[in-house]
């Protein structure tokens, strides 16, 4: 039998040279240390910290008394797809049909089923930077090669049209971004993106995969989406689902409105892997939709308090640099101004120094910008209680107090 120790010379190169998400492995650490007696407060997990709605709660139930237990189509039940296709009509002033439409389990796995059926390997990926954690390694698992293209600070972390096109290359394939953005909180404007979309313009072979699990938490106005311009919409796979909006985190619902090509593919590449979502997900999703969106944007007023209150007490901390984040629920401050500060003999060199500094001083966890392509920066999220923004931000202020 094989030993355990060799264990990883059994295992794939794809695997081994797969890493895992920061914002895992922290929440990891802190729930390590809050099983040991510690008074842990977790800002590192992407997480509405509200209960999913009555109304969609009740939907399941009755989809479980009414028998809703078999299999389901691969890209989803019909009346779901038809409304989610008037989904994007009602909010977003977008043409789709039931065709359009494949639901997954998560928009993590509707952006995988995409990266996969559209990048060949070599292919170029531009990623806009900061970016979800998961992007590049979804890009690496199709073979793919990242390419990070960075938004400055100063820009509210957005990547500008000129930084678009000077990265394009005759490799590049596709295109991904989310807005609003995890992690910077950033929301791209729709004059905003019709100036990157003109540039797409002029290189057909580049799609795009347009994240916006976070449209319903976007703090000023109208939002926007790539695929409202007729000239680039059928290259433009758009992401979307029920975890932040609906806080349906573990219902595990997603969804992607894409040409009927496209939308083909993702459904045979998701027939291979995990067939058709949940049964009574599906229908508690139905119900969310038909719902409306009141309590999504209950939960955004929540949201926006919160934010005003952490960039409130943010301003007390010296050294944070931050924008002020338009949509999602994270803030994500440059925190460079602490690399090379001691204490007790322990020299903070990054921001992941910094986060297992925080972690064990100050007993909050957050994560470092690193995982996002932002290694001098640290993201917070503020998807809890205001008692517990408020001690968390408490305890770090006193916490960095000791550095020199």
């Known amino acids: 039998m094989q030993h355990i120790d060799k ?90 049909k039931p065709e359009n439409i494949v639901v997954s389990t998560g928009a993590k796995q509707s952006i995988a089923n995409a990266v996969m059926c559209l990048v060949n390997p ?35 972390f957005k990547v500008t049209p000129a930084q678009l096109e000077a990265a394009i290359t005759s490799n590049t394939k596709l295109i991904m971004y989310s807005s609003p953005c995890n992690p910077t909180g950033s929301v791209f404007t729709e004059e905003e993106l019709l100036a990157l979309a003109k540039v797409l313009e002029k290189y057909p072979q580049i799609h795009v995969i347009a994240d916006e699990i976070y449209e319903y938490i976007n703090f000023e106005g109208q939002h926007a989406s790539m695929a409202g311009f007729d000239f680039i919409k059928d290259r433009v796979v758009t992401v ?50 038909q719902g409306g969106k009141e309590a999504a944007l209950e939960m955004r007023e929540a949201y926006l308090r919160r934010r005003n209150l952490v960039l409130e007490l943010m301003n007390d901390i010296p050294g944070f640099k931050t924008n002020v984040p338009e949509g999602a629920f994270y803030i994500f401050p440059d925190v460079s101004h602490y690399f090379g500060m001691s204490y007790e003999g322990n020299t903070i060199q990054n921001a992941l120094d910094l986060c297992m500094f925080l972690l064990t001083d100050a007993l909050v966890a957050v994560v470092s910008g690193e995982a996002f392509g932002a290694p001098n920066c640290v993201r917070f999220s503020y998807a809890t209680s205001d008692e ?11 916490s960095l107090a000791k550095l020199q």
């Open 122 to 156: 070599g292919d170029e990926v531009i990623i806009f930077s900061p970016y979800w954690v998961s992007y590049e390694e979804i890009v690496k698992l199709a073979e793919g090669t990242p390419v990070q293209v960075m938004g400055k600070l100063e820009n509210d």
């Open 240 to 289: 979307n689902g029920f975890s932040k909006g609906y806080a349906m985190t573990g219902w595990r619902v997603g969804y992607i409105a894409a040409h009927k090509t496209i939308a083909a593919a993702c459904e045979k590449m998701q027939s291979q892997i995990t067939s058709g979502t949940c049964s009574i997900a599906q229908k508690a999703a139905y119900a969310a939709l």
């Open 7 to 96: 264990v990883s010379n059994i295992l794939s190169d794809r695997i081994t040279a797969l890493a895992e998400p920061q914002t895992i492995a922290m929440a990891k650490k802190a729930r390590e240390l809050a099983a040991q007696g510690h008074d842990v407060i977790s800002l590192s997990f992407g997480e509405p910290d509200f209960q999913t709605p009555q109304y969609i709660k009740d939907a399941a139930k009755k989809a479980i008394d009414d028998g809703f237990t078999f299999y389901t189509p691969v890209p989803g039940y019909p009346e779901l797809r038809q409304a989610i296709a008037d989904k994007f009509k009602r909010d977003n002033n977008l043409d789709y």
């Open 388 to 398: 517990k923004l408020t001690e968390a931000l408490r305890r770090i202020k006193l």
